[in-house]
């Protein structure tokens, strides 16, 4: 397996993080992005920032020293991961499209 | 005004607890300090907040756990109360819903950390119970019969833990599906 799948709240923060955010931007974003369909929970969006964080995919940045919330930010690594993302979501949509014949209900 | 209710959970039923604190937000008094099985609570408007509760990985006190309760309360939660590992956070309504896991994997950590608890609070039941019963057997002396109180603690904290396993078990069945 060349990498694997993503769950959708790391994709949907590695997605936000191409521009610098803290933990409450990064849920309102998501939020904003999916059109209010996936809330990220503070619980598991701070573990899954701490996963992303030890495999170097996101860095923290070293804001202002007052300011009391951190902000992250992508890492040329996470960019690539997120690249390969999107070629496997692409290959996912393309096939549903072709062999399942569009995506409208009726 | 302040209303003090003494109330007793088990620790295998934190859904409960939170239910219940809920209920009692919703109804105007939200918690604001808990000790065992003496729950504090303030007069706010009702249904002004939400509670949940979380059992951490190491005590709040923690650099660790503190990490997390700041990210936590920078997300517009905050901290009302802990208890030993568990943690109570309220979140105002008007800011949203109040979630602190939002996938299954995060559920079934929780859960473990549930298990870890009962475990280890089972086998401490399960060893000065059964050292106790030990004396009685023997030297007879009717005072060590109180083992049987920690080994009945033990078996109940084992039903508990049958019902955690139960929970995690219908979540990882879904995790071959879901996220």
């Known amino acids: 397996m060349a990498y694997q799948a993503l769950t959708e709240a790391v994709y949907y923060i590695l997605l936000s993080l ?3 955010m803290h933990g409450y931007g990064i849920m309102q974003n998501v939020e904003n992005l999916s059109g209010g369909r996936v809330r990220l929970a503070a619980g598991t969006l701070y573990g899954a920032i701490s996963s992303l964080l030890e495999k170097g995919w996101i860095t923290a940045l070293s804001g202002e020293k007052d300011s ?20 496997r979501l692409t290959e996912l949509l393309e096939n549903g499209k072709k062999l399942f014949g569009g995506t409208d209900r009726a | 005004m302040r209303k003090t209710v003494y109330k007793w959970f088990w620790a295998w039923e934190f859904d409960k607890e939170e239910k219940w604190l809920n209920e009692m937000a919703a109804k105007g008094l939200t918690l604001v300090s808990m000790h065992f099985f003496k729950y504090m609570f303030e007069e706010t408007d009702p249904g002004k907040y939400q509670i949940r509760i979380e059992l951490l990985d190491k005590h709040p006190n923690h650099p660790e756990s503190e990490t997390y309760i700041r990210f936590i309360e920078e997300t517009g939660a905050e901290q009302i109360a802990s208890w030993v590992d568990w943690v109570y956070f309220r979140k105002k309504t008007a800011d949203g819903p109040f979630e602190l896991f939002s996938d299954i994997a995060s559920r079934i950590r929780m859960l473990n950390r549930v298990i870890g608890l009962l475990t280890t609070l089972g086998i401490l039941c399960l060893i000065s119970g059964g050292y106790n019963l030990s004396l009685y057997f023997l030297w007879g002396n009717p005072i060590s019969l109180v083992g049987l109180l920690p080994l009945a603690v033990s078996v109940l904290l084992g039903i508990g833990l049958l019902q955690i396993r139960k929970q995690k078990k219908k979540l990882t069945k879904d995790q071959n599906l879901f996220e």
């Open chain 1, 68 to 87: 009391r919330k951190k902000e992250y930010q992508i890492t040329a690594e996470g960019r690539l991961v997120l690249l390969d993302e999107i070629a």
């Open chain 1, 18 to 20: 191409t521009e610098p």
